[in-house]
């Protein structure tokens, strides 16, 4: 797990964002991710994923794979 990926953002190409806010070991083996994607000028959803799948899914916008996380 990298703690490096708390506070990182990415803006896509139309405005939209994801940020990532925080990230909570659960058990020995469970980290979850919580993040906010906000479309255009709306309120931000807060969601919260396992973090390797959110590095499967999104990892690729912030530059790490499962090699490098």
């Given at each position: 797990m990298d703690h490096e990926?708390?506070?990182k953002s990415y803006v896509f190409e139309d405005g939209n964002s994801i940020k990532v806010t925080q990230m909570k070991q659960r058990d020995?083996?469970?980290v979850l991710v919580?993040?906010?994607i906000q479309s255009g000028p709306g309120i931000p959803r807060r969601l919260v994923m396992?973090?390797?799948e959110f590095i499967g899914t999104f990892?690729?916008?912030f530059k790490y794979n499962e090699k490098n996380s």
């Open positions: 990926l708390i506070g020995e083996d469970k919580t993040y906010e396992e973090y390797p990892g690729h916008l």
